[in-house]
């Protein structure tokens, strides 16, 4: 594949359009009636930072859930992520969806808004909030697809994203950033961990517990 075609998979991805158009649209407004300074800044960071540990958290404890056993939800871990381990380079299951991304957004912004009362900070944080998921979309794409990063640290942080999916998916969650993996225990030395039997087939897990019982 030609590196224009692989670049243009992702910038032209409906997901990362929509996205990129709500955080213009928002620093275009804020910039207008507010300016820049020191608290777009400010919020912005603290939007990036709570995205990070949201990362986290939804990785960890809701992707990675053991089956359900209602239908429906199960259905939805298979799209969100279950499919992604079993088909991990599949384009159509790279990119979080637009109808899961922007409800956990707006949550979060609501719950920053309720905090200080103030739209024009609410508006900074989830700015940062926005910013951070087109990073790591951004970094989870690169992870996946035939390229190479220029930096150490971006070809180490695609290397522990292999990992989880073909090592153990167990461990390194973080994707954009392994900062709250070091701060949860979860980034190992890959010498240091197993191989998992079911790190392709996350719905199997609790079929393997069984046999393992």
């Known amino acids: ?3 224009k075609g692989i670049y243009k998979d992702f910038f032209f991805h409906p997901d990362i359009i929509i996205m990129s158009g709500l955080f213009a649209a928002g620093l275009i407004w804020y910039i207008a009636v507010l300016g820049a300074g020191w608290q777009l800044l ?22 990675h859930l053991n089956p359900p056993k209602n239908a429906l939800f199960l259905t939805f871990l298979k799209r969100i992520h279950y499919d992604h381990h079993k088909y991990p380079n599949d ?3 790279l990119f979080l969806p637009v109808w899961y991304s922007l409800p956990n957004l707006s949550v979060l912004a609501l719950i920053f ?11 900074s944080f989830s700015l940062g909030l926005v910013l951070m998921l087109l990073i790591y979309e951004w970094k989870h ?6 390229i190479k990063p ?3 640290f971006g070809i180490w942080l695609k290397k522990t994203h292999i990992l989880h999916h073909f090592k153990n998916e167990n461990y390194w969650y973080g994707v954009s950033t392994p900062f709250v993996d070091a701060l949860f225990g979860t980034l190992k030395d890959e010498k240091e961990v197993e191989t998992s039997k079911t790190v392709k087939d996350l719905e199997g897990r609790s079929r393997e517990k069984k046999l393992s019982s």
């Open 1 to 3: 594949m030609k590196s």
């Open 113 to 123: 808004f309720f905090l200080t009362g103030s739209l024009p900070d609410t508006v």
């Open 150 to 152: 220029k930096s150490k």
């Open 42 to 63: 400010a919020f912005t960071a603290g939007g990036m930072l709570t995205f990070m540990f949201s990362e986290y958290l939804t990785h960890r404890f809701l992707f």
């Open 141 to 146: 794409y690169v992870a996946h697809r035939p």
């Open 91 to 93: 384009l159509k299951l």
